[in-house]
C-alpha cells in the first residue's frame, strides 16, 4: 500500500502557482518494486507490545506503564503501516487507561 501510494504520488503533477510543474517519470522495473513492496511479516513494535501485554496480564490489569506503552505502540504501528486493529487496539487500551486512571493528567492529554 505504501509503495501504491508513493507510486501516486510521484505521478501526480503537483501544482505551483496555479500551474502543473513536471512529473517524475518511474521506469517499469521501478514501478513492479513499489508494488511489491508490502508491509513487513514481523512489525518493529511486536516486541515492545509482546512485553507490555505481559507485564500487564501479571499486574492484574491495573499497570499504568503498561496501558500507556500499549497505547504508544499500537498508535505508533497505525500510523506506519495504516491498519485498522492497530487503531482499534490503540483506543481500547486508552479506553481502559482512562477508566482506570480518571484523574491522571497525562492519560488525558491523549
Known sequence: M???????????????????????????????????????????QNSAIEYFSKRLAERDNSDMLALNGLVENYRARFAAYNQKEDLDKALQYLEELRKKYPSHAGVNAY
Open 2 to 44: 505504501l509503495g501504491f501510494l508513493f507510486w501516486v504520488s510521484a505521478c501526480v503533477p503537483s501544482l505551483k502557482n496555479g500551474k502543473a510543474q513536471e512529473t517524475v517519470s518511474i521506469s517499469e522495473e521501478q514501478l513492479q518494486i513499489i508494488l511489491a513492496t508490502k508491509a513487513p511479516e514481523i512489525y518493529p
